[in-house]
């Protein structure tokens, strides 16, 4: 809503620009430029106000949380098979810091190491401690 207004407004300014370029009264002039500097100074304050609105909100940590775990349960619904090609490139910017090439990506990624610029909540650390998958397989060691 705030961005609508704001382009509202700057559309706004640029109607009393343009007929400032028409009138040649001084007087008319002078009230356009008044006009002009509330419209202005009006711009300014939703700007500040959105600032404040944002250093105060914080961060609200379990609806990011709810977000993340929807894009992960639906990875294959969000990058390949929605519909709409903008939003799908948007969800695939979301995994990616830096877009891979399409060689980059084609066959998987079969070192760890070499995996290309992924986001880091979506990172998966592969230590020798944090491994997933065991030598044996899924089973826990026998003591």
């Not at 356009?32 to 202005?40: I, R």
């Not at 709810?66 to 939003?87: A, G, M």
């Amino acid at each position: 809503m705030r961005d609508k207004k704001r382009e509202e407004l700057e559309a706004q300014a640029r109607v009393i620009v343009d007929k400032m370029k028409l009138v040649t009264s001084p007087t008319a002039i002078k009230y356009m430029e008044e006009d002009l500097l509330k419209v202005e100074q009006h711009i300014n304050d939703l700007d500040t106000r959105k600032d404040e609105q944002e250093t105060q909100g914080g961060v609200d940590m379990p609806t990011i949380l709810t977000y993340i775990k929807y894009f992960v349960e639906h990875l294959k619904d969000l990058l390949i098979d929605h519909s709409n090609p903008i939003l799908r490139a948007r969800y695939f910017g979301v995994l990616f810091d830096k877009m891979p090439s399409y060689a980059e990506i084609n066959g998987g990624t079969p070192e760890n190491e070499k995996v290309p610029e992924v986001n880091e909540l979506f990172q998966l650390v592969l230590s020798g401690t944090s491994s997933l998958v065991r030598r044996r397989g899924l089973e826990p060691p026998r003591s």
